[in-house]
């Protein structure tokens, strides 16, 4: 662990982070953002309802909501942070100098990937103290938040991989950010969009549902489906009985990002560096 | 010790390296000659592991680029011709994240960077950001750098390019430092005079083929083939020419009236050329001075490469 945390990578990456000010608007900003919802939320629940109360049910939405915004930093984000790890390297002419160090490239890598991550965990844990806030209303229990946090991070982590693999194959910051937004909006979007087509096309067919595995696969992936199912238990039933899979969504998706997240860094660890030994 | 074997460094059919061949000895200063493109920095790029040959391979102290580049890399302090620095980190941070990237404890590098930052007079920017120094700064911070591991093999490529004569002198006398701790120093520069007082060897590369290697005398040497002698006189400078231009071993004389000289190339061996003396007083001839002009490594420079052409 002590390793972990002595490496250079990490260490030099989140020292120039937090020299920027940039990092600390965009903390600012974020909670601004998210204040205002909150209390905005709040106010118009209590004020403007007549009933002068929150009620669980409307804390619950409100969780609800929160959640789907911190998906949505964590989506954007994520590639903005890491898309241009390697190719800003090599755009400054200092990628170079740091492949010839004693550093091995899995050391390299994982720096790149994990002060990116450490700076998005920052964000929102910042944001936790306002997260909070539906407790005070009940409605939440503290384990579904710490099961969206777990998966938060895995998302986080696998689209973090992602962007690091694209910035080490692609030599242009501008193009690797491009293939990686590009990939978070197939994950997100266009999976939901082919399960919704595969599903409306299954029952067309054959006149009633009948098994979908493909279907299945393609709602596992989608976080936003993750987080609906997450937040709604009932929702998973839905999918069930849509693709007559019998398989927890939660699990295809924990079995699917971990596998992107290691394909990913086994990329960008095999293609950081020349391979020397290769003859052609 | 390095040891360069049939380097070959194909781009489709062009041959950016053909077939390099070349052995330094540890402690040797080598100064790599060359135009643009000629192929000393795609040498250097594979040195330093970070370019694949297409066929050969070298070896730094015994360690082949291709099988265990991960010793090489430890063995080499590399700097390349062009390169950035990390905004917004200061000139011992920078000293520090590397030195931590070779694994130097933290211990060590505390007493090592104010050290390095000594050796390349910059004790004085220490806490300034790199980003804001000088380029002639800048290059010798990468040059300290480079040294953060005490490499026993230095790649130095076009250290001096860019830097205004002071900025070079200053790199020049580092250099000639590192020459007496006895690093094995591998330098290209299209400065040549300055490599030619600071290297042992040098080698001239042109088109991707080294065409020549040795000592800077002996490449003097070997290319010049021909003294070239000036003769101050008195007298009819013409009958002085006509004189000099009997002798079998001179050619293309020529007459420089308002110097009162005649120059000539000179390829007999360093007796005829006494003797050829003798003879000239001997005819009377009224010499001022009878020497021999040295011929600068441009100039060699270009003969080779004009001969590669």
Request: net charge neutral; charged share 20%; hydrophobic share 45%.
């Amino acid at each position: 662990m002590k390793q972990v945390f002595s490496n250079p990578v990490l260490v030099k990456e989140i020292k120039l982070r937090f020299r920027s000010p940039k990092s600390f608007i965009g903390i600012l900003f974020y909670l601004i953002a998210m204040c205002i919802f909150v209390f905005g939320f709040i106010l118009l629940t209590t004020q403007f309802s007549g009933t002068g109360y929150f009620r669980p049910e409307e804390s619950f939405f409100m969780f609800t909501m929160l959640t789907y915004i911190q998906l949505g930093l964590i989506l954007f984000i994520t590639p903005g942070l890491t898309a241009g790890a390697i190719s800003s390297e090599r755009e400054k002419q200092t990628l170079n100098i740091l492949l010839t160090t004693a550093q091995t490239s899995f050391q390299i890598i994982f720096g790149k990937l994990t002060s990116s991550i450490a700076f998005l965990l920052l964000l929102l844990i910042a944001g936790l103290p306002i997260y909070s806030m539906v407790f005070l209303f009940g409605g939440v229990s503290p384990g579904q938040l710490g099961i969206i946090f777990l998966y938060f991070f895995l998302t986080m982590l696998a689209i973090g991989s992602i962007g690091i693999m694209y910035s080490t194959i692609i030599r242009k910051t501008i193009v690797s950010m491009i293939a990686t937004y590009g990939t978070m909006i197939f994950l997100s979007a266009v999976t939901g969009f082919i399960y919704l087509v595969i599903t409306g096309m299954n029952t067309m067919v054959s006149g009633s549902l009948s098994s979908s595995p493909v279907g299945h696969f393609f709602a596992s992936i989608n976080p936003v489906v993750l987080v609906l199912t997450l937040v709604s238990p009932g929702s998973d039933t839905f999918i069930t009985d849509t693709t007559k899979v019998d398989f927890p969504i939660w699990a295809g998706y924990a079995i699917f990002y971990i596998c992107i997240t290691a394909l990913a860094i086994f990329i960008s660890v095999k293609k950081l560096r020349v391979n020397m030994k290769r003859t052609k | 010790m390095i040891e360069i074997k049939g380097l070959t460094k194909k781009y489709g059919s062009f041959y950016a390296l053909n077939d390099i061949n070349l052995t330094l000895q540890e402690g040797t200063v080598f100064g790599f000659v060359g135009a643009n493109g000629a192929g000393k920095s795609t040498t250097f790029s594979i040195l330093a592991t970070l370019l694949q040959p297409t066929s050969g391979d070298a070896f730094v102290n015994g360690k082949s680029v291709r099988t265990d580049p991960s010793d090489v890399r430890k063995q080499i302090g590399y700097m390349p011709d062009f390169f950035g620095v990390y905004d917004q980190l200061k000139a011992n941070e920078y000293l520090d994240f590397y030195g931590a990237s070779y694994g130097i404890s933290e211990v060590e590098r505390k007493v090592l960077i104010p050290q390095l930052l000594e050796l390349v007079n910059l004790s004085h920017k220490r806490y300034e950001y790199v980003d804001l120094l000088s380029r002639g700064m800048k290059q010798r911070l990468c040059l300290a750098r480079s040294l953060i591991h005490d490499p026993k093999v230095l790649i130095l490529d076009e250290p001096a390019s860019g830097l205004d004569p002071r900025a070079r002198v200053e790199m020049r006398d580092i250099l000639k430092q590192l020459k007496g701790m006895g690093k094995t120093i591998l330098i290209s520069s299209h400065i040549l005079p300055e490599l030619a007082e600071m290297c042992d060897e040098i080698g001239v590369i042109d088109g991707g083929r080294l065409i020549a290697h040795g000592s800077v005398t002996d490449i003097q040497a070997q290319l010049a083939g021909e003294r070239h002698i000036t003769v101050k006189a008195k007298g009819l400078l013409e009958n002085v020419a006509t004189f000099f231009e009997e002798d079998p071993f001179v050619s293309s004389v020529e007459l420089h009236t308002e110097k009162n000289s005649v120059t000539f190339n000179y390829r007999g061996t360093e007796d005829d050329q006494i003797n050829l003396l003798k003879k000239a007083m001997d005819h009377s001839i009224k010499i001022i001075s009878f020497s021999e002009t040295e011929t600068d490594l441009e100039d060699v420079f270009m003969e080779i490469t004009k001969g590669a052409k």
